[in-house]
Antibody, heavy 118, light 106 residues
Framework: QVQLQESGPGLVKPSETMSLTCTIS????????WTWLRQSPGGTLEWLGF???????DYTPSLRSRIAISLDTSNKQFSLRLTSVTAADTAMYFC????????????WGRGTMVTVSS | DIQLTQSPSFLSASVGDRVTITCRAS??????LAWYEQKAGKAPKLLIY???SLQRGVPSRFIGSGSGTDFTLTIASLQPEDFATYYC?????????FGPGTKVDF
């Protein structure tokens, strides 16, 4: 059964860049859409963007100027980079998998909490 | 962006109850709707996809229905492990969006 695991710093200073990595275990990186989402402390879930196994990406419009998702197929990882962070970026960040572009997210990581604070 | 509303936002229920949660989309999304269950400190778990298809391994007491703008999630007989927050999500168009959640509690 495929498993996803997020990793990265739990604390980031305002205006800095945050980077998170999702490692894929016991499964193939090929043919799927790999996604990042976040959940605010109040519970609001937000889709951030995806990367396909061929490297195609799409992002939520509200973050398009600050976000990048990349893929490392040799290590079976994909990463999220978010620049110029503010307190509004404080959230639990999840990685997840879609089998096809408009499919639901059938596998999720456990999530990693990121706090933006000086 | 497509907005999703859920009702109720909170639901008090007992074991054995039949529970229904409603999700309404701001525009038609065909059957591109999923339902997730989330327990405290855990990631969301997929229950229903394509409005009414049961994800593998999910108990049959979870029933999804609807199309267009109006959808429901029914738990036929609430079990102790079902006390959680439930979210709907539209996958008709980007950006994918979620409803605000319905918390099912005692």
């Amino acid at each position: 059964q495929v498993q996803l695991q997020e990793s990265g710093p739990g604390l980031v200073k305002p205006s800095e860049t945050m980077s998170l990595t999702c490692t894929i275990s016991d499964g193939s990186i090929n043919t799927y859409y790999w996604t990042w989402l976040r959940q605010s402390p109040g519970g609001t879930l937000e889709w951030l963007g995806f990367i396909t196994y061929t490297g195609n990406t799409d992002y939520t419009p509200s973050l398009r100027s600050r976000i990048a998702i990349s893929l490392d197929t040799s290590n079976k990882q994909f990463s999220l980079r978010l620049t110029s962070v503010t307190a509004a970026d404080t959230a639990m960040y999840f990685c997840a998998r879609q089998q096809l572009r408009f499919d639901a997210f059938d596998v999720w990581g456990r999530g990693t909490m990121v706090t933006v604070s000086s | 962006d497509i907005q999703l509303t859920q009702s109720p936002s909170f639901l008090s229920a007992s074991v054995g109850d039949r529970v229904t949660i409603t999700c309404r989309a701001s525009q038609g999304i065909s059957r591109y709707l999923a339902w997730y269950e989330q327990k405290a400190g855990k990631a969301p778990k997929l229950l229903i996809y394509a409005a009414s298809s049961l994800q593998r391994g999910v108990p049959s007491r979870f029933i999804g229905s609807g199309s267009g703008t109006d959808f429901t999630l029914t738990i036929a007989s609430l079990q102790p492990e079902d006390f959680a927050t439930y979210y709907c999500q539209q996958l008709n168009s980007y950006p994918f969006t979620f409803g605000p959640g319905t918390k099912v509690d005692f």
